[in-house]
């Protein structure tokens, strides 16, 4: 066999071994991409579920100090956003549980209210929308 035969057989079989190493990659990837997806979508189920009952009792404790003091513009303001972001997350996930995978929902805190007070104003944000206390 001629050298320039054996380098050219020497070459195929690290290109095959190569294409080998190459299918298992592509395997692997797809292997961690299916369990990436598990993972969010058992994830966003549970924290969905998480967040649903965290804004029903925000929801019932602003409505019980909006009932006791009813002259007061922040408890009063307080309990409208918190019904807004319970019917909100209810409307795009009826049924706590529901299709919680596409609501991302992040809590942040907002200084100012209806009264131009000092009370921060609970947020949250659903997919493109902020619910904030009018100012």
Do not use: W
Request: glycine share 6%.
């Amino acid at each position: 066999m001629l050298p320039e035969e054996q380098e050219l057989n020497r070459l195929e079989s690290v290109q095959t071994e190569l294409e080998e190493q190459v299918t298992q990659a592509e395997l692997t990837l797809e292997t961690s991409k299916t369990e990436t997806a598990q993972f969010q979508h058992r994830y966003h189920q549970t924290v969905g579920r998480l967040y649903a009952q965290l804004d029903e009792l925000d929801a019932q404790i602003a409505r019980v100090q909006a009932g006791l003091s009813p002259d007061d513009a922040d408890a009063q303001a307080h309990a409208m956003v918190a019904a807004n972001i319970r019917i909100a997350y209810h409307e795009r996930c009826p049924v706590i549980g529901g299709d919680s995978s596409k609501v991302h929902t992040r809590t942040a805190s907002v200084m100012g209210s209806a009264s131009n007070s000092s009370i921060a104003a609970p947020t949250r944000f659903f997919g493109g929308i902020i619910f904030l206390v009018p100012s």
